[in-house]
Every structure is written in structure tokens, then in C-alpha cells.
T-cell receptor, first 111, second 113 residues
């Protein structure tokens, strides 16, 4: 079992650009959640996808959007990047109301 | 709203010392409680969980008991090892809001030989 995988591992972008991060859930999981973890902080919930729809959303602006595909994989898109978007972006997968399994994250640096 | 407050670090202990990391929560429903651990450069790994009051979660020598009366879920280990050095996150999942997780800010633990 490959567990949760994310790509890319690291990414450097310039302010104003757009970025897409990808996540493949653990085998058997149908729900994907995305989190932003700033340096020295706990993960902050961005949104959750289930059955290809956004089921829940945290306190993040519309610049953050996502998608879930029929194979349950997911993308996180961030438009008009700001310096403050620099963070570790974590994807977590789950099935039903069970614990979430996290991927290794994508480190995004905005310059 | 739901939230988790955990003891600020960093915490530095000698090998074989006793560890306690405090965690308290606020929730409107009946949450499940979790401890996650993050090793340097890695994602979060589930350490233990408890899904109802008075449950005790345990794993790898770590324990935490779900105390509804004090809204707490403190993490303990009787004898820490150098390999336990990591950042520990307390988290809750409120059944009333589905599977959204709320995390504390994390407590960094360093164990010295």
C-alpha cells in the first residue's frame, strides 16, 4: 500500500502566479482533505472533497480551489499567489468518519 | 467554534524522563480526539486516538485519556527515547461537522541522551 502521495515535493513560485498541487489518496479511501501548515504552526483546514464535490470548507479565500477526480485523487489550486501562501500543504485521505492519513506534503515557497 | 489548545514548547527532556504534553479542547458536539506526530521533513502520522469519554488511546508507550469533565486529552509517556524527538499535535474531529480536523499549534519535543 503506497499510502497518501503528493506531488511535487517542493515548488517555488512568484507572487501573482498560479499553482496546482496533486494528491493521491490511500487505497480504499474516498475522501480527501487539504491543509495549510505555516512554519511553526498546526495544520489549518482548507477544504474537503467527497464524491467529486467540495463537502466542507475552512476559512480560506476563493483563490483556493480544488477538484476531485473519479479515481478519488485530488488537486489544490491557488490563484494570485501571495507571499503569505508560502507553507507546507498537506493532503489527508480517509474513509467515512475515521482517522485521516496524511501525505508528506508539498513545500510551496512564494517569492 | 471548535478548537484545540496545547502546551507550548519547545520541550527538552533527558532520555528515560517522563513526558506530559497538555491538550485541552472546545467542541460543540461529541468529538473524537487524536495525537499526531511529525518527524522532521515528514507529514503527520497518527500516534493514538480516543473516540468517546474515558477512552484511553495508546501506542508505542504513549497514552492519552479522553476526559470530558476537564475537556482534556493530555499525552504521556513514562520513559522517552531520543527517537521520540518530533513535533506532537493534538487534534479533534467533531462528528457534528463531519470529518473536519482542528489541530493545535504543536509541541516540539527534543530528547537528549
Amino acid at each position: 500500500d503506497a499510502g497518501v502521495t503528493q506531488s511535487p515535493t517542493h515548488l517555488i513560485k512568484t507572487r501573482g502566479q498560479q499553482v496546482t498541487l496533486r494528491c493521491s489518496p490511500k487505497s480504499g479511501h474516498d475522501t480527501v482533505s487539504w491543509y495549510q501548515q505555516a512554519l511553526g504552526q498546526g495544520p489549518q483546514f482548507i477544504f474537503q472533497y467527497y464524491e467529486e464535490e467540495e463537502r466542507q470548507r475552512g476559512n480560506f479565500p476563493d483563490r483556493f480551489s480544488g477538484h476531485q477526480f473519479p479515481n478519488y485523487s485530488s488537486e489544490l489550486n491557488v490563484n494570485a499567489l501571495l507571499l503569505g501562501d508560502s507553507a507546507l500543504y498537506l493532503c489527508a485521505s480517509s474513509s467515512g468518519r475515521n482517522e485521516q492519513y496524511f501525505g508528506p506534503g508539498t513545500r510551496l515557497t512564494v517569492t | 467554534g471548535d478548537s484545540v489548545t496545547q502546551m507550548e514548547g519547545p520541550v527538552t527532556l533527558s532520555e528515560e524522563a517522563f513526558l506530559t504534553i497538555n491538550c485541552t479542547y472546545t467542541a460543540t458536539g461529541y468529538p473524537s480526539l487524536f495525537w499526531y506526530v511529525q518527524y522532521p521533513g515528514e507529514g503527520l502520522q497518527l500516534l493514538l486516538k480516543a473516540t468517546k469519554a474515558d477512552d484511553k488511546g495508546s501506542n508505542k508507550g504513549f497514552e492519552a485519556t479522553y476526559r470530558k469533565e476537564t475537556t482534556s486529552f493530555h499525552l504521556e509517556k513514562g520513559s522517552v527515547q531520543v527517537s521520540d524527538s518530533a513535533v506532537y499535535f493534538c487534534a479533534l474531529s467533531d462528528d457534528d461537522t463531519g470529518n473536519q480536523f482542528y489541530f493545535g499549534t504543536g509541541t516540539s519535543l527534543t530528547v537528549i541522551p
